[in-house]
């Protein structure tokens, strides 16, 4: 681990012991505990996959509108020269902060899951999950698009991130959107929980074939996850026997030990 940027607001560390050919920039998301010392975004799961890694970490969640993030920028791309392709990858304010990337960071592939387009209240009045957005000073909160291939995750049943979702695809395009219904905001503890996120996150990290073999993929598994099933229930429109069958699954799941498993985050 070697550390190339530091200021009081963020540090970018890298991970690149595995030569690969392609090298990922995680940025952290919004964290009840921020700080600069914890670990990457993804940094153990990229490691344990030999998939090099730059990983952006913040010391707050001020949804990256730092005075010095060119500065952090320049120093991604230096470490990132010797890679033939660069690919970005957060999740909520981390996935927004991997989109606003690409550009400055010529990224050939975006992983977004459940991005936020702005939390600007002036732009996004429908916002109301952060309230500490009221108090960022927001200097930089235009998202440009670039060449990148833009994978956008979320979940279509949930107003707010389809709501984001929609503003982002209105500017950097649809084509390689992944919806997964009922997954909610925290499409990777969902993931988790169906024994699918290593699967998943790797197919959207490095495959080139279209999407629709992940959202396949989750349609077989995604029962297995309480997460999901709280989000059928959570929605309503259920007949009471449904309901009712519905939070018998979701409590018998939640008896069991689910393993561990390798974690994207």
């Known amino acids: 681990m070697s550390e190339v940027f530091r200021s009081d607001n963020l540090v970018v560390r890298t991970r690149l012991p595995h030569g690969s050919t392609r090298v990922i920039v995680t940025f952290a998301p919004w964290r009840s505990d921020p700080g600069l010392e914890r670990p990457g975004f993804g940094e153990e799961f990229l490691a344990a996959h030999e998939l090099d890694g730059i990983h952006v970490t913040c010391a707050g969640n001020d949804w990256y509108q730092y005075p010095e993030m060119p500065e952090a920028y320049e120093a991604i791309r230096r470490a990132a020269a010797p890679y033939e392709s660069l690919i970005t990858y957060g999740v909520s304010m981390g996935g927004y902060q991997a989109i606003k990337a690409a550009a400055p960071l010529n990224a050939r592939r975006v992983l977004a899951i459940s991005p936020q387009a702005s939390v600007d209240p ?136 689910h393993a561990a498993g390798e974690d994207a985050a």
Request: aromatic content about 8%.
């Open 122 to 257: 002036s732009k996004a009045p429908f916002e109301t999950r952060w309230p500490e957005a009221k108090d960022i000073d927001f200097i930089d909160d235009e998202i440009v698009r670039s060449d990148a291939r833009y994978v956008v995750v979320y979940d279509p049943r949930s107003p707010l991130d389809a709501a984001h979702a929609r503003m982002i695809c209105a500017v950097v395009g649809d084509r390689y959107k992944v919806v997964m219904p009922f997954a909610g905001h925290w499409v990777l503890r969902t993931w988790k929980e169906a024994h699918f996120i290593t699967k998943a996150t790797l197919t959207l990290l490095k495959s080139k074939r279209d999407t629709a073999g992940v959202r396949r993929m989750f349609r077989e598994l995604r029962r297995d996850s309480p997460s999901y099933i709280g989000e059928m229930i959570a929605l309503g429109r259920l007949s009471p026997a449904m309901e009712a069958a519905l939070k018998a699954q979701q409590a018998a799941l939640l008896s069991l030990p």
